[in-house]
């Protein structure tokens, strides 16, 4: 009975306290919803509160008490007084710690600096005055710390030093002071209380990347080449020294107060602290020089130049501008990571996790290459690639356990996926670098279930051959049950469809094979083969999907089609469009993902003309061959549930009538039996 029905019948009192109780219990019932709001409240809060009440380390003017005059020193640094404004001795009973345990900023944060770049195969700068002028690569003045809208570009050029062509390192020399005073620490007027000098390599040591050789498997060595001596192949990595012409530097305005021990490692790799060791009373506090970030994130190692003596002149691009601290310590943090992910990899060391630093160059690749609204659509499609194939997979297994016989079912279809796959994945392998693990997890995944799906269909035993075979035992295939008509017209037309497709792929393949032996070259015939056989399956693969949608036509049916993992897979296939063109795989796979397209539109159209009749089997195996017609199905769930109830009280009615019949004719009389 309708909840409204029973609050109607029960008196006034009882139905307004009962519906109070419902009220309290839901009221006090634990939701997550509300728990998950709370927290993203109490964040938010937090998070405002925070900003609200940060406080930074801009300049005010103060009085000097030694000169009476007016300077400008960092504010809102603590305990921690003004660099400027320094003791000059410590605090009676102090020790100067070697390290200082917390560091302030050592000039406002938003002033404004003179900084020259200069580049040389030493870390020992020389003078700024006698450096040649095209290795000064970057000279500006009065920078402004904390401006966002300040940015300076500069390109150039430079010959490259016979050092660095010898797998020397090209450094980099960063001269920072205050606007107006002297840089070059050899100037007599150079103070470090106004002025830094930091060296930074911009030539980064990375392995080798392997070169795949190939050749022409048919060449001829007569022809006047003569015959490369065999390299043996190294069993360490080779590391050279590489190059990227892109050179960012950020400073870092608003990194504050903060504790030198407790820096991440990132940070603190940046961090230059004050020269003279200069501490506050206490010994224990000392102060920094603004952060500069040599910003390495985006140099992709496939834009790397190896350096050797070819390279005789290399340019150089610099921008400079600020960055917030937030910012730079997820890209500094990520950087390192993979960095040392990649070194660890590179010598065969075990890294954490499950990458080795190309994972990350893959998604900074896509990030650089890619629209910004194209890649926020990749982000969200690929949340839905990863649920609509596990649907997929999941509704394709449901779909042949219920199964109840091979009505529609391409058996050599099957056999024909479970090679074509492993064909891909073998390709997919030999090519490795080119792609990503989640291509291959999925091409595994799918090799499974399509054994699987063999053993649902037939019954694969283990048989003596016959007498004169190479090899005493081999698979054979059964039938699971004696065929009925329908499953015998199934395999009659599943082997009309392979004969016209033997006809079809195999004079191709045989065509592509002498094309590609005689006009490409290969690793070896091992990867000859395999390239071969993957370059037909992704050519012509979709010919292997065409005996069911003849199987569809035959049987003017598709009733005993997995729907539900046919959509989820056509639904992926659009899907692997757009990841075409984002993530990095070989060209044939790339081609592939139209592949499906076709063949999908062609379901499409096969699901529209052959309406679902239900003295078919359906895609769970029943109905068909029952003797009895089928019942009608409800499609109204309502219809349906009020024909149960109906047929319900009949079926007691029709009870109750006849117990009343045998009481009233004195049919049970003498029925019962004696108790022993």
């Known amino acids: 009975m309708p909840a ?45 509160l925070s900003w609200y009440v940060q406080k930074d380390q801009r300049g005010v003017e103060v009085e000097d008490p030694v000169t009476g005059k007016q300077i400008r020193v960092a504010s809102n640094i603590g305990e921690i007084p003004a660099f400027q404004l320094r003791p000059k001795e410590l605090d009676e009973g102090a020790e100067r710690a070697v390290l200082p345990r917390m560091v302030a900023p050592i000039w406002p944060q938003d002033s404004h600096l003179d900084i020259v770049v200069t580049v040389s195969p030493s870390s020992d700068p020389a003078p700024i005055a006698k450096t040649p002028a095209e290795y000064v690569v970057l000279n500006e003045k009065r920078f402004h710390m904390s401006n966002s809208s300040d940015k300076r570009h500069v390109d150039g050029k430079f010959t490259v030093p ?40 911009l030539t980064q040591y990375l392995p080798k990347k392997k070169v795949a050789k190939t050749r022409s498997l048919l060449g001829s060595r007569a022809e006047g080449e003569d015959a490369e001596p065999e390299i043996p192949e190294p069993k360490t990595p080779i590391i050279t020294n590489h190059y990227h012409p892109n050179a960012s530097l950020s400073f870092i305005p608003a990194v504050g107060v903060k504790e030198l021990n407790a820096m991440p490692p990132a940070m603190k790799h940046f961090i230059r602290l004050e020269r003279s060791g200069a501490r506050d009373g206490s010994g224990q506090h000392g102060w920094y020089y603004p952060l500069l970030f040599v910003n390495t994130f985006w140099q992709l190692n ?33 950087e390192m990571n993979s960095k040392e992910n990649a070194r660890q990899a590179a010598f065969g060391n075990p890294v954490p996790g499950t990458g080795d630093g190309s994972e990350i160059e893959m998604v900074k690749e896509i990030l650089i290459d890619n629209n910004p609204i194209l890649l926020a659509i990749t982000a969200v499609v690929t949340v839905a690639h990863v649920i609509l194939e596990t649907l997929a997979f999941g509704s394709d297994i449901a779909h042949y356990r219920k199964k109840k016989d091979n009505v529609g079912i391409s058996v050599r279809s099957i056999l024909a996926n479970v090679f074509m796959q492993a064909v891909i994945f073998l390709y997919l392998l030999d090519n490795s670098q080119n792609t990503s693990w989640m291509i291959l997890g999925s091409q595994v995944v799918g090799i499974v279930i399509e054994f699987w799906k063999i053993t649902t269909v037939v019954d694969v035993r283990w048989r003596p051959t016959p007498p004169g075979s190479w ?33 079809v792929a195999v004079p191709l393949l045989i065509a592509y094979g002498i094309y590609s032996l005689m006009y490409e070259t290969h690793k070896s015939w091992y990867s000859f083969i395999i390239t071969t056989l993957v370059g037909s399956v992704y050519t012509y693969g979709f010919l292997m999907m065409v005996p069911s949608l003849y199987i569809n036509y035959r049987l003017k049916s598709v009733a005993h089609m997995p729907a539900k993992a046919m959509m989820y897979k056509f639904l992926n296939t659009f899907i692997d469009d757009l990841f075409a063109f984002t993530i990095k795989m070989p060209l044939l796979h790339r081609l592939a993902t139209f592949r499906d397209d076709v063949i999908f539109f062609i379901y499409l159209y096969q699901k529209w003309a052959y309406k679902t009749d239900y003295s078919r089997v359906n895609e769970f195996g029943q109905g068909g061959d029952d003797d009895e017609e089928p019942p009608k199905l409800v499609e109204n769930k309502e219809k349906k549930d009020e024909a149960n109830q109906d047929a319900k009280k009949q079926a ?7 117990k009343a019949k045998a009481k009233a004719s004195g049919a049970d009389t003498g029925s019962a039996t004696k108790r022993k």
């Open 162 to 201: 016979r050092e660095v062509q010898h797998n020397g390192t090209l450094w980099g020399h960063f001269f920072v002071g205050l606007a107006g005073s002297a840089l070059d620490p050899r100037d007599p007027a150079w103070s470090s209380d106004t002025a830094y000098h930091m060296a930074y390599p």
């Open 4 to 48: 409204e029905g029973v609050a109607a019948v029960l008196p006034p009192q009882q139905g307004a306290q009962g519906q109070r109780r419902r009220q309290q219990q839901q009221g006090s019932g634990f939701s997550f919803n509300r728990l998950l709001l709370g927290g993203a409240v109490y964040l938010a809060v937090n998070t405002g």
């Open 471 to 503: 090899v005493p035992y081999w698979f054979v295939f059964e039938d699971k049950h004696k065929l009925t008509e329908t499953e015998e017209k199934t395999k009659e037309y599943d082997q009309i469809a392979f004969k016209y497709m033997y006809i």
């Open 302 to 334: 496939k834009d790397m130049i190896p350096l050797n003596e070819t390279v005789k002149e290399l340019p150089i691009r610099i921008d400079l501008n600020n960055m917030a601290a937030w910012q730079f310590q997820i890209m500094a943090n990520i």
């Open 652 to 658: 007691v009615k029709a009870a109750l009538e006849d």
